[in-house]
């Protein structure tokens, strides 16, 4: 952990800004850790919950068998930085993105996600050229309906990349999140479970025709530990579980005072006895998280800690507005007050800030977020 300048004290931290407890984090690390080596499962969390280098390597040293991104860019920052096993679990077909994975998978040993027969001539071709064997896994669409390679046209596709010389492939993988039965639900441990089964199968039926599928990869923070339990799983990539947040607690997953990541946001503005305003709006809190839809229904865009019944309801750019309830009333916060909020969804939250502050005991250290607004 290198930090970007001298700790600070509490009352010299300007806000809004994110606050991370590291000592939550850190066995929240462990914890994700032990529950993959239990299951027999190598653990490959996904870095775009913190986009740091050096939480990577605090997950390594904890037992993580290497990591994944989602960007080129990404992996760039983290090859930068000592991380040597990395998985871009997205299908790369621009040109200039697939000659900067095969320039990196030189250095170092770098898997790259395809899911169609058009995306793996590109990989092939522009390999090839460069006589060089890139090692992929292939995506399947297991009922999120995003990226992947539909279900039953996986076997085929299999067919045609494991018969491209100028690629290797090794694996599977799908992103499902809490789905079951092609809907949302809070029930992990049946959509974990189904979710492992389905891609347990289908590198059954691969290896049935010749292709030797090695690594299953599956899981989200909710679902993992129980995808994990499923024979012939072989990976788990979880995210969030590093700082988790509002919506994992909502899940079940952990518990409030499991979140690690607090917004710090100041009350600028009271202007009736049920509205605060903050500081913290749109360009502070992720929104990709929306209040009262199914299956979480969150209320606001964070949980307040200390004012129980208030709702952070509506942000504007710079803005955040808090309907006070009866209780928070009674609190009556006061302009000029700090407010500590867990935010519905840390991942997106922290890619909003150039600096995150980690907290041991009473000093807070400045780390830059690396990673943040990597979008090739």
């Known amino acids: 952990m290198t930090n970007n300048s001298k700790p600070l004290q509490a009352a010299d931290i300007e806000t809004p800004c994110i606050v991370i407890d590291t000592d939550t984090m850190e066995r929240n690390i462990v914890r994700m850790a032990e529950a993959a080596s239990c299951r027999k499962v190598k653990l490959r969390p996904h870095t775009k919950t913190h986009k740091m280098p050096w939480i990577a390597h605090r997950q390594l040293e904890a037992g993580a068998a290497g990591i994944t991104v989602a960007k080129v860019s990404e992996a760039e920052v983290m090859a930068e930085h000592g991380i040597t096993d990395i998985f871009i679990a997205f299908p790369l077909v621009s040109p200039s993105k697939i000659e900067r994975a095969l320039s990196l ?27 060089h064997v890139l090692e992929v896994r292939l995506e399947i669409d297991t009922g999120l309906r995003r990226s992947g390679v539909l279900f039953e046209q996986a076997p085929a596709l299999a067919a045609q990349i494991h018969g491209m010389k100028e690629l290797r492939l090794t694996g599977i993988y799908t992103f499902r999140g809490a789905v079951y039965q092609h809907k949302a639900t809070l029930d992990l441990q049946t959509a974990g479970e189904e979710e492992g089964r389905i891609m347990a199968g289908m590198a059954e039926r691969l290896r049935e025709q ?52 607090r917004v710090w946001a100041t009350v600028v503005s009271r202007p009736s006895a049920d509205l ?46 808090i309907r006070l309830g009866p209780q928070s009333q009674l609190a009556n916060p006061q ?10 969804h840390i991942c997106s939250t922290v890619n909003l800030h150039n600096q995150v502050l ?9 780390m830059t977020v690396l990673g943040r607004g990597k979008l090739e």
């Open 105 to 131: 998978s030189r250095r170092i040993r770098l898997i790259v996600g395809v899911d169609s027969f058009e995306g793996a001539q590109r990989l092939a071709e522009i390999a090839g050229r460069h006589g």
């Open 210 to 261: 010749g292709i030797p599928v090695a690594d299953v990869s599956v899981g989200s923070t909710p679902t993992g530990a129980y995808a994990a339990a499923v024979e012939g799983v072989t990976e788990i990539r979880p995210g969030t579980y590093v700082f988790n947040d509002r919506m994992q607690a909502r899940f079940g997953v952990c518990g409030l005072d499991d979140c690690a990541g």
């Open 276 to 321: 605060a305003v903050i500081d913290g709006g749109s360009k502070t809190f992720a929104t990709d998280v929306q209040p009262n839809t199914e299956p979480l229904l969150l209320q606001g865009f964070g949980y307040i800690e200390g004012l129980e019944d208030a709702v952070l309801e509506r942000l504007s750019e710079e803005h955040g507005m």
């Open 335 to 344: 302009v000029g007050d700090r407010l500590r909020i867990i935010p519905n």
């Open 358 to 366: 980690f907290r041991r005991g009473d000093a807070y250290e400045p």
